[in-house]
């Protein structure tokens, strides 16, 4: 009896056991056709460089991987996250298949799919995967760190890296998952009827979503927050043309419910695509925004062009402008609230636009309508379609502070009634160029903008509450662009809050989690207000007056645990040194720029600077310490705008012995030399292929007095030229 009992009770340990023998371990290259459960355990597997190969391939039908919360890491003798490569697990050509509980980082694209049709991803977690290094500092940007999208008919978005990129893959589903501290989280190509939803994407330094021809998906409950560049708080507000949800080419009747989308380059991204671009058709149009909250964008907090959309009951507080929708047509924005925005509404070229029942509070302008003279030449948009401004309607909206109420130009048929003004400080601003502006009341009008359509809930089980919680970061003032992106504020930082400032006190806030810090040694500053703390904290510093800039603070964190910026995870009380670092070697550079035909001598095809045995006359010189220059059409003099242009530009320098990184942002050639050695060879333009402008580094061991020299071309269009010199040790 006693013998029957011992096995009834080992009886269940059994069962476990053969249930853990089942779980099958992963192995570089194997391929996965049918269901299976994978052993929990951290698997260190490098990926091909070939973006065609992936560590795992997973082929079959109706078919579910549980990846057990097995951990996928890759490039494993990579440090940066700009150097990581290949792809980490490959679905194609398969129907029915769910992956779920997987954690994969350190690659170029965590899971890529292919031709599959009703993919669920669920559970998984695709942090710290590829992204760019930043070149742009708190002081000024680096036009090399612009995004460009607008292409990806052959997968080009995946030069820039994705957690999740998905082609051809309708019916998908993508549910609790996490995507921080990598570049783009989730991308879409051609997919359609999908869910996206109760995801966290946010923090990354490109896009949290990314969609192109991508119809009737629903996007609904994500928190796809801080998806930003190109941001210094009181200095520059670019973005980059990084957003927190892209939509482009062709996109439509798509349905975007209660996501919060703060503190992202753009909020909302929609542009109609290059198709419409050329001939007029299409766009991205029918696609309902409803609910979402884009605010504290360093550019637009929806953007959306050249396409007819809905956009009602958001909130947009405190970007540049609100809403921008040039071009836009027959789209209806109601009920929405805009708040200290420099323009709430902004939109050129729109038709038949209906603004109704929205709040308007310290906008600095709550609504600008306006036209150009004259269209571009180049854009087959406008040679196919009517661009005047015209045709609105705005009714019963709520304007509060506002310093001007509307602002038209060059505008026709506007009809503007039943709106409610408190504390504005001017109504109108119309001037000539204004037709047919109405203030009349008209029964049938108000009656179809009173009309209070019901809002579709989607049928989503357990939504989450994608605002919570966001109130405690609110402003734009909480986004922190490192090297490496936007700071997500789970690990500490020492950061400098007034860079651009000249009088020598530098401050900082040292930011983090709960702990205590010291500063554990430091060079090029004095007078150091306060040696060791507790976060958050502010101090002062005085910069020492030399010649070269070569500032360094250490600090030791100690306190609650963290997860660095890389992803690693330190544990409570644990040590975990962090810095700050500002370095800058002023050149003497003498800088001349020269003007001349390319037809008649070319630079790029002849490899010379100057045509042999002419002596050019520069048309303008001038002695500068550091080489930062961006053109927009062509560089100008007091005899005009020269469009093509050469400069040529020389200086020295005495440096102190140790590596440097040398690096130099382009477009559209350039050449370096060091000592009269040529360093850097970028004189063929046709090798960049993106609108997008270059940037190169180099290491070199330098000490004493160096000369560098520059040679650079521009063949018209937009021009830039930056040389950085950074000492790394």
């Given at each position: ?498 860079p651009a400032d000249t009088s020598g006190i530098m401050k900082f806030d040292m930011l983090g989690p709960k702990g205590k810090w010291k500063i554990k040694r430091f060079r090029g500053v004095k007078d150091i207000s306060a040696m060791n703390g507790e976060f958050p904290v502010s101090i002062t510093a005085t910069k020492l007056v030399e010649n070269t800039t070569d500032i360094f603070i250490e600090m030791e964190f100690t306190g609650s645990a963290i997860t660095t910026p890389f992803g690693q995870t330190v544990s409570a009380g644990k040590p975990y ?153």
């Open positions: 009896m006693m013998t029957k009992k011992i096995i009834l009770l080992l009886l269940p340990f059994f069962i476990f056991l053969k249930i853990k023998a089942q779980d099958k371990p992963l192995v570089k290259g194997m391929t996965i056709s049918k269901s299976v459960k994978i052993k929990r355990q951290q698997y260190k597997l490098d990926a091909s460089e070939k973006m065609d190969e992936a560590v795992i391939v997973i082929e079959g039908d109706n078919i579910t991987i549980d990846f057990n919360n097995a951990i996928l890491t890759g490039s494993s003798k990579k440090k940066n996250p700009d150097e990581f490569f290949g792809i980490a697990i490959l679905v194609r050509n398969s129907k029915m298949v769910t992956i779920k509980n997987l954690k994969a980082k350190g690659y170029k694209v965590a899971l890529l799919a292919r031709d599959v049709t009703s993919l669920t991803i669920e559970n998984c977690d695709f942090s710290y995967n590829y992204r760019q290094h930043l070149n742009s500092t708190q002081e000024k940007e680096d036009i090399s760190d612009w995004l460009s999208h607008h292409q990806n008919e052959n997968d080009e978005w995946l030069r820039y890296g994705a957690a999740i990129y998905l082609r051809n893959c309708d019916f998908t589903i993508v549910k609790n998952t996490k995507v921080i501290g990598g570049q783009n989280a989730l991308m879409m190509m051609n997919c359609n009827y999908g869910k996206i939803y109760n995801n966290d994407f946010s923090y990354n330094s490109g896009l949290g979503l990314g969609m192109y021809r991508c119809s009737n998906n629903l996007i609904a409950y994500n928190k796809i927050d801080f998806n930003v560049r190109g941001y210094s708080h009181g200095i520059y507000n670019r973005g980059q043309d990084s957003a927190g949800i892209l939509i482009y080419e062709q996109s439509n009747s798509n349905y975007f419910y209660k996501n919060s989308v703060t503190h992202s380059g753009d909020g909302f991204f929609l542009w109609a695509g290059q198709t419409t671009m050329d001939n007029g058709q299409g766009g991205c149009n029918d696609n309902v925004v409803t609910g979402n909250d884009f605010s504290y964008a360093p550019t637009n907090g929806i953007e959306a062009t050249f396409s007819r959309n809905v956009f009602t009951k958001n909130r947009v507080f405190e970007c540049d402008n609100g809403l921008w929708g040039g071009y836009s047509y027959n789209t209806i924005i109601a009920g929405n609230q805009f708040r200290f925005n420099r323009i709430g509404i902004a939109i050129e070229h729109g038709q038949k636009n209906e603004i109704h029942h929205n709040i308007f509070y310290q906008d600095k302008e709550a609504i600008r309508l306006w036209g150009r003279k004259e269209q571009p030449s180049d854009w087959g948009y406008a040679k196919n379609r009517d661009t005047r401004s015209r045709d609105y309607i705005i009714a019963n909206n709520n304007f509060n502070g506002n310093q001007l109420v509307l602002n038209l130009n060059r505008t026709e048929k506007v009809n503007v009634f039943d709106n409610i003004y408190t504390d504005v400080t001017q109504l109108f601003k119309i001037d000539s160029t204004v037709n047919r502006f109405d203030t009349a009341k008209y029964d049938e009008i108000a009656r179809m903008v009173s009309i209070d359509s019901a809002e579709l809930v989607p049928d989503i089980p357990s939504p989450q509450n994608a605002f919570k919680g966001s109130a405690a970061l609110a402003g734009r003032k909480n986004i922190l662009i490192t090297e490496w992106g936007p700071y997500d504020f789970r690990s500490p930082i020492i950061w400098n809050t007034n040194i962090f810095s700050f670092k500002k370095f800058f070697q002023p050149i003497e550079f003498t800088v001349n720029w020269f003007s001349y035909d390319f037809s008649v001598h070319d630079p790029i095809k002849t490899g010379q600077i100057t045509p042999p045995n002419i002596k050019l006359r520069p048309i303008k010189t001038e002695q500068t310490k550091k080489l930062d220059y961006a053109w927009w059409g062509g560089i100008k003099t007091d005899d005009g705008e020269n469009k093509q242009f050469i400069t040529s530009a020389s200086g020295s320098a005495i440096l102190l012995k140790g590596t440097y990184e040398l690096g130099v942002t382009w477009d559209d050639a350039v050449r370096v030399y060091v000592d009269g050695k040529l360093v850097i060879d970028e004189w063929n333009p046709s090798l960049y292929k993106f609108d997008e402008s270059p940037h190169r580094t180099i290491k070199l061991r330098l000490e004493g007095e160096h000369i560098f020299s520059v040679e650079h071309v521009e063949l018209g269009g937009f021009a830039t030229l930056s040389l950085k010199l950074k000492k790394i040790d």
